[in-house]
């Protein structure tokens, strides 16, 4: 009995997303309100010990997810859908609680230090403590002087990896990584990436919002693969290694021959404005499948062990 | 090298401006309708003309301006300020006497709107669009458009007449000897007026620190210190204030200049007896002597004010990034 409940708690994802929706409210020439949907009914779920990539284009709103999650969405967004953490509703009071706790943010670069206040200050946080930071500093080859210095003051790899330090600041059971690597050398992406597969290793659930699909290749786990807005599939990583054969979306396939390792061929057209969005599927317009069903409502279904919106994919 | 440069600039352009100032402020003496013997004696004296030569011979005024001008810059910068007519005692002793006053109303008045404006300033930025926000902005504008003599005046009439909780003027209890003054009768004395001074500068303050908390709530760091569970009180106090006091100290700084313009109606309105006063006086007196004196230590005063947040501005806002601490 009780092994049961400890079984079932494994399986509960640290955090699952059902059809999140975002859209900020703006005013478009004068007084014409416009509500905006940058997110349009996304799912996505995360396990414990996972490293998920969420992996797309600039521009197609992965940064807002990020944000959603934690609750740190501008004044002006509304979203609806549902996340639950460890299967309890994720609410945004209890975002509040637990965001720097148990879900840590990691930002993209130095501009999200204050600029003004002493690193080791800042790693601690509200609540760390210095012995914590010490060890953290310690652990991540952070020299002795580093808590004393500026943002400023910090190269590129220092700064990274004292973002990930004030990750772990306190025990995070969820992490969110927004793109992490950009800007680093190859040895340090390769050893950030190093970081997040100990972290996820130590049970740690790891997002990890990215536009390089090169390294979600190789750190992730899972990959989801956005466009528009919204997830068109979430597969093994492996089924990317494999090849496009083994992917399931159109756009999946298109965004792999597209890679320069692979076969270098773009895509044609753009992706969708988001106040300008077809009806159906956001991606029919450059799909070269596109047939009368496109047109309907598009849900995420189960395809070869993988979750895939596309009414086509076997 | 850079600093020497720097210093011989700046006493350069203190010296032009002392010369300037004092240049001005004479022509404007000689040019305004006020007759200094007319003012000393009164309209309706009985004097003779005899008499009436010999006291200009005495001040000085049957020679022609140029030459009283240089007479009077000579003495100056040789230490002797002249003799002010209104007092009867000379320039230096009376700027002393009531400088002190002075300094201690603006002083006074200069906390207390720096104190008062950057907090409402900040409550403001936090709350921005919300009806605390709209209070405060309609305050400080009111508060921005409304002459001090004016606000003295109504002040007065509410604290002291009518609700008689402070004096209605001077800086002492009247008919109380110098000696048995202590300085709670001081402080009680220099409320309203340093609270009338005050109201120039509240509304600048506030409405800055506001624009520029605003700012720093829109960079990313305070979405980060959110993101890492930072409350909104604990963003102000580690990232707010951090990164707004010091641009609205120096700010706060360079309003020296509007300090002392007010001074003048301020202390007219309380008969406060400090410099603002003494200049009302000298100018409706055609004191020529107390009226340059109290120029150019007022241009000394602004410019010190002027020459503080320069040198604050500087040491903050470094150019290459690196912050000096």
Redesign the interface.
Known sequence: MGNKIVQEKENVPVLSVEELSVSFNMYQKGLRRENLEVLHKLSLSIHAGEILAVAGASGSGKSILA?AV?G?LPGNASTRGRMLYKGQPLTEKEK?R????EI??I?QSV???????RVGRQVM???GTKERQRELFGKYGLEEGTEKK?P??LSGGMARRVLIA?ALMEEASLIVADEPTPGLSKELAEETLQNFRELADAGCAVILITHDIDLAFRAADKIAVFYAGTIVEIAPAKDFRAGKEALRHPYSRAFLEALPQNEFRPLKGFQPYAGKLPKGCLFAERCSERSGMCMGEIPMRKVRGAEVRCVHAR | MARMKYTGKTVLRMLTLFIAVSILSFLLLEASPVDPMTAYIGTDSTFSEEAKEEILRHWGLNEPPVKRFFKWAWNFVHGDWGESITYKKPVKTVIAERLKYSLALMFAAWSFSGILGYAMGILAAVRKGRLTDKLIKTFCLALQSAPTFWIGLLSLSLFAVHLGWFPIGLAAPMGKAAEEVTISDRIYHMILPAFTLSVLGIGKIALYTRQKFIEILN???I????????SMG?IVM??GI??TLMPAVTVQFASFSELFGGIALAESVFSYPGIGSALTAAGLGGDVPLLLGIAVCSAAFVFAGNLTADILYLALEPRD???V?
Do not use: C, T, W
């Open positions: 944000h934690l740190i509040r637990l965001r720097g706790r840590a943010f930002p501009d999200y230090l204050d600029p003004l206040m946080g509200v609540r500026f400023s003051m004030s | 960079r990313e760091f979405l980060y210190a959110k993101a890492k569970g930072e604990q580690r990232h951090r990164n990034g690196s912050f601490h």
